[in-house]
Structure formats: C-alpha cells, structure tokens
C-alpha cells in the first residue's frame, strides 16, 4: 500500500495596521515606530536621496552627443552605423552614391531628439533602428518592432530637403505617410505614434 503524501500547510498571519499607524503629526520632530528612531527633516531636497540617471555620450566625426544611459543600444546602432561614412562613389559596383556627413548628421539628430523626447516624456525606450546607406546617398533611418509594425525614414543629401517617413502597423490596412523637416522640433504626432508602436 503507497503512502500518500501531501502538501504542508503554511499560516500567514498580516498584523492588522491602522490609518493612524502611519500618519505623523505636524511639528513632530523625530518619532519611534516599532522600535526604529526616525528624525524627520525639513527643506530636504529629493535629489539628494534618488540619484540622477547617469548620460551616455558618444562622438560621430568629431561631433559629441549626449543621450540618457538607457538609451545606450540607439547610441550603438549609431556608432555602428559610422562605417558608411567611409564609403564612397561606386561603393555597390554599380554606380551608387557616396553619402555625406551632413545627411548623417541629420539621421543622427533625428534619432537622438526623437528616442530622448519619447523617454523623457513617456518613459519609453525606443527599439534600436537599423541605419543603412541608399544608393543615391540617402541614409535611412529603419524600425521593425512586434506585430509587423515598422517606420523607414530617408534623409536625402540635399540640403533643406524634407525627410519622408513611411510607418505600418501589422493590424492597419492604411499607413502612416508624412514628413518632417530635419533640424526642427520633434514632431509631437510622430513620437507619439513611435512611442504606442517602436518599443
């Protein structure tokens, strides 16, 4: 005959507390709550107790940037992404274009202001993009995240030339087709789609 064996049975007892038990009187200098002495101070500043997130600064051609340290894997893809700016003319043996670092710059610029703002304001970290070369020396600026979801943003060599994004959603039959002038403030519609879909 088999022994049957069952689980122990475990007693957990939570001591009843009370409104009271937590509420410390106005004027109250320091008091004693189950056997611990707290003093309580005046004028401190809540700097002083949470540190500040550290940055992450990084360099692209002599060129500093400073993003929070959460948002370090966007810094790599970027420093990664460098090696096309060694690139030139004929660079596919096929005649295709040398980019500049100017067109760079501006997919740089686009990524850092846009994945800070979305951090910063809706405490998203952004998926790392994929940064490529095209052939007419445009740089593109690429996000795949769950669902299908994407967003191809093409920064085109000439200057004052708008940047066209093309983002999808894996559940929409219509896509999110715009533009954003490169330099100027973040586009509050963008980074909102960027942070519902991209993280």
Request: aromatic share 12%.
């Amino acid at each position: 005959m088999g022994i049957f064996l069952k689980e122990p049975s475990i007693a957990y007892h939570k001591t009843a507390t009370k409104r009271d038990d937590y509420l410390v009187p106005r004027g109250l200098e320091s008091f004693t709550l189950k056997k611990r002495s707290y003093i309580i101070g005046t004028g401190i500043d809540i700097t002083d107790v949470i540190p500040k997130e550290s940055d992450y600064t990084f360099e692209v051609n002599g060129k500093s940037y400073t993003v929070p340290v959460s948002l370090k894997p966007v810094a790599h893809q970027i420093e990664e992404a460098r090696i096309i700016l060694e690139y030139e003319d004929d660079w596919d043996d096929e005649g295709a274009i040398a980019t500049e670092i100017d067109t760079f710059e501006k997919a740089v610029n686009f990524l850092v202001d846009y994945s800070t703002f979305v951090y910063k304001n809706y405490a998203v970290i952004l998926k790392e993009p994929y940064i490529d070369i095209l052939r007419d020396g445009s740089v593109s600026v690429h996000f795949e995240a769950a669902r299908n979801t994407q967003l191809l943003i093409v920064f085109k060599k000439e200057e004052n030339e708008l940047a066209y994004f093309y983002a999808e959603q894996g559940d929409r039959k219509i896509p999110f087709k715009s533009a954003i002038i490169p330099g100027e403030p973040v586009d509050e519609t963008l980074a909102s789609w960027m942070k519902n879909h991209l993280y």
